[in-house]
C-alpha cells in the first residue's frame, strides 16, 4: 500500500509538471503568434566599410614588413590612429559648437550607401531592396551617392519591372544612383541598370538581352494519344491564349505573339528612356554584350570592377553597406541550403537555354 501511494503521488507530480509545461509552450505559441508582424518584419544592418579598408591596408603593411619592425610600427599606427580619432572628435565637437552658419559654410563629408541585389528568376530580393531604399531616403541628400552592386540574368517580366522601380525611388529623389556590374546585368537585370545615371561593368560583365522570350512545352499529342480529353472553360476571348495541355490554334499564337511584342515595346521604351544616347534599335535585338563592347554601345559608362570603385570612394566618402535582414524561421534555416541550390540551377539553366513558359525579361 505505501508503495501505491508513493507511486501515485509520483505520477501525480509527473502529470503536474506536464500540464505547466504544455501551459508554458501555449502561452508562448499565443505571444509568438501576437508578435508574429515584429519577428518577420526583420530588421536593418548598417555596416561602415571606410574601416574595413583601412584595416587591410594596415594589416597587409604590417605583414610586409622585416619581423625586427613589426612591433615598433604597428605601436606607431596605433598611436597615430588614437591621436587622429581625438583629433576628429574634438574637430566634430568644435563644429557641433559653431552653430549652423558653421555648418553652412562647410559641406558634409559625402556618404555613399551600399547595396547589394543578387536576382533570381522571381527576382526576390526585391522584397529587401524595398526596405532598403525606403531606410536610405529617410537620410540620404542629393550630396549622397547610392551604389548597388546588381547581378541578375533576368526574369519575370512584373518581378523585375517592380525591382526596377524600387531604384527609380533613388532617382526621383534625385540622389545620385550608381550601378556596378561584375558579371552579368542582362534583360530583367539590365531593366534595372539602365535606371542610374552611371553603369560600372567588369570587362567580361555579361550586358544587355533587350528582348522578350516565352517558351512552353505542349502535350495535347500525348493525351490524345492516351485517349484523354483536356478543356478549357473561359469567359473572355483572350482570357486563355497558349495552352501546355490542349491544342493551340494559330490565332491563339498571333494574340501570344503580340502580347510579347508589346512587352517588348515597353522594354524599349524604358531604355531609351532611361538611357537616351542608346541606339534603341540596334540594342533592342535580344543580343548580351561584354562590358568593353557594352561601353562602345553607350550601354555602361565606365570599364571598372565594384571593389575599385568602392575603394576609390573611400578616399573620399563615408562608406556604408545597407541590408534588410528578416529572421529566418526554422524550416527555413533547415531548408535554405536545399532551395539556393535548386534556384542557382534554376537560374543557370535558364540563362544557358533560356527555357521557361512564362513570359520574361
Not at 522571381?122 to 532598403?132: C, D, F, G, I, P
Not at 531606410?135 to 523585375?160: F, R, W
Not at 555579361?206 to 473561359?234: C, R, W
Amino acid at each position: 500500500m505505501e508503495f501505491l501511494f508513493d507511486y501515485g503521488l509520483f505520477l501525480a507530480k509527473a502529470l503536474t509538471v506536464v500540464v505547466v509545461v504544455v501551459l508554458i509552450l501555449s502561452a508562448a505559441a499565443g505571444a509568438r503568434h501576437k508578435n508574429k508582424h515584429v519577428s518577420e518584419k526583420g530588421h536593418l544592418e548598417i555596416n561602415p566599410l571606410n574601416q574595413q579598408y583601412e584595416d587591410m591596408s594596415e594589416a597587409m603593411l604590417i605583414a610586409t614588413m622585416d619581423e625586427a619592425l613589426q612591433k615598433s610600427e604597428e605601436k606607431k599606427l596605433h598611436k597615430a590612429k588614437k591621436k587622429q580619432a581625438k583629433l576628429d572628435a574634438k574637430a566634430e565637437k568644435q563644429a557641433s559648437k559653431k552653430g549652423s552658419d558653421a555648418e553652412a559654410d562647410t559641406a558634409p563629408k559625402s556618404r555613399v550607401f551600399v547595396l547589394s541585389f543578387d536576382g533570381d528568376v522571381s527576382a526576390s530580393a526585391t522584397s529587401h531592396l524595398r526596405e532598403e531604399v525606403t531606410a536610405i531616403l529617410t537620410q540620404a541628400t542629393s550630396n549622397d551617392e547610392v551604389l548597388v552592386k546588381l547581378e541578375s540574368p533576368g526574369g519575370m517580366v512584373h518581378s523585375y519591372g517592380l525591382a526596377s522601380s524600387q531604384l527609380d525611388r533613388v532617382r526621383q529623389a534625385k540622389i545620385p544612383l550608381t550601378v556596378c556590374v561584375d558579371e552579368v546585368a542582362a534583360s530583367g537585370g539590365y531593366m534595372m541598370a539602365c535606371v542610374a545615371d552611371k553603369i560600372l561593368a567588369a570587362p567580361f560583365a555579361v550586358i544587355g538581352s533587350i528582348g522578350v522570350v516565352a517558351q512552353m512545352p505542349n502535350f495535347s499529342k500525348v493525351l490524345k494519344k492516351h485517349d484523354v480529353d483536356y478543356e478549357i472553360l473561359t469567359a473572355g476571348k483572350y482570357k486563355r491564349t497558349m495552352t501546355m495541355l490542349g491544342e493551340n490554334t494559330d490565332s491563339a499564337r498571333r494574340k501570344f505573339v503580340q502580347e510579347l511584342e508589346e512587352v517588348h515595346s515597353l522594354f524599349k521604351s524604358h531604355v531609351a528612356t532611361m538611357r537616351p544616347k542608346v541606339d534603341i534599335e540596334k540594342i533592342a535585338t535580344g543580343e548580351t554584350w561584354y562590358g568593353t563592347q557594352a561601353l562602345e554601345l553607350a550601354l555602361v559608362d565606365g570599364i571598372q570592377t565594384s571593389d575599385d570603385y568602392l575603394v576609390s570612394r573611400s578616399k573620399e566618402a563615408n562608406l556604408f553597406e545597407v541590408t534588410y535582414e528578416r529572421k529566418k524561421k526554422l524550416h527555413e534555416r533547415l531548408g535554405m541550403a536545399a532551395e539556393l541550390s535548386a534556384d542557382r540551377l534554376l537560374v543557370k539553366w535558364w540563362a544557358r537555354l533560356t527555357q521557361n513558359s512564362n513570359k520574361q525579361v
